[in-house]
């Protein structure tokens, strides 16, 4: 692999995406990637995206295509990844812990859609996330919100778990906290390898959790 910020040969990023290696905790994004408003994004990639049907051959005179390319990109821009603009970051406001509840709290079996930032293909799963309270608390939905959040942008499951991870950390100021991801990869199974059976689990444990006996309750909990 080539130093980051050089060209790659086409062999190089083959690897890169077939490897699935991430480059950073941070998803990857220009300075200037919200000078454009949406709807400008969403005119653009529109004409880009006409170009592909195009190159591929495809009649957008067709009815059932016409509007395929605009479709493509509202998709794009207003749903499955509007978790690149931080404008749309949930909210994850905290509460006093007036309840003294100081056990674990573990939601689990969390609904997961993202999608592979190397192949723009559909990660699907759940997510379990953990937290032991030092004060403070969320709103149960707030840690779906998270979870969804970053899961709308190009991933690598990886990042995408310790994005969750340390947002929470940061919101309930706490180092005690837990993620596990379990998700399919149709970069894997409808391509390549064309594996369909196999998943892939990634996890994230920080503070108290690091304890083996604190894991194994949180393990057990998920089942």
């Known amino acids: ?17 077939e490897a699935h290696v991430g480059t950073s905790l941070d998803t990857p994004l220009r300075a200037d990637a919200f000078d454009l408003s949406d709807d400008e994004k969403v005119a653009q990639i529109t004409e880009k995206f006409r170009d592909i049907m195009d190159i591929l051959g495809l009649d957008l005179t067709d009815d059932s295509l016409r509007g395929t390319p605009h479709r493509v990109a509202k998709m794009y821009v207003k749903e499955i990844f509007q978790g690149l603009n931080p404008a749309n970051r949930p909210n994850p406001k905290t509460f006093e812990n007036k309840y003294e509840y100081g056990e674990m709290l573990v939601e689990k079996n969390i609904n997961l859609n993202s999608t592979c930032e190397h192949h723009f293909l559909p990660i699907v799963g759940v997510a379990h996330v953990a937290y032991i309270s030092s004060g403070r608390v969320v709103g149960l939905s707030k840690i779906n ?5 970053y899961a709308k942008r190009p991933q690598v499951q990886e990042r995408l778990t310790r994005q969750i991870a340390e947002d929470l950390k940061e919101a309930l100021d706490t180092e005690d906290v837990a993620v596990v991801i379990e998700a399919k990869h149709l970069c894997v199974s ?10 892939t689990v990634t996890s994230d444990y920080h503070g108290s959790f690091k304890d083996p006996k604190v894991r194994e309750e949180f393990l057990r909990y998920i089942g």
């Not at 919100?145 to 959040?149: A, L």
């Open 1 to 17: 692999m080539t130093v980051q910020g050089t060209p790659n040969t086409p062999q190089e990023e083959d690897y890169i995406g």
């Open 145 to 149: 919100r998270i979870v969804d959040y």
């Open 190 to 199: 409808s391509r390549g390898i064309q594996d369909e059976s196999s998943s």
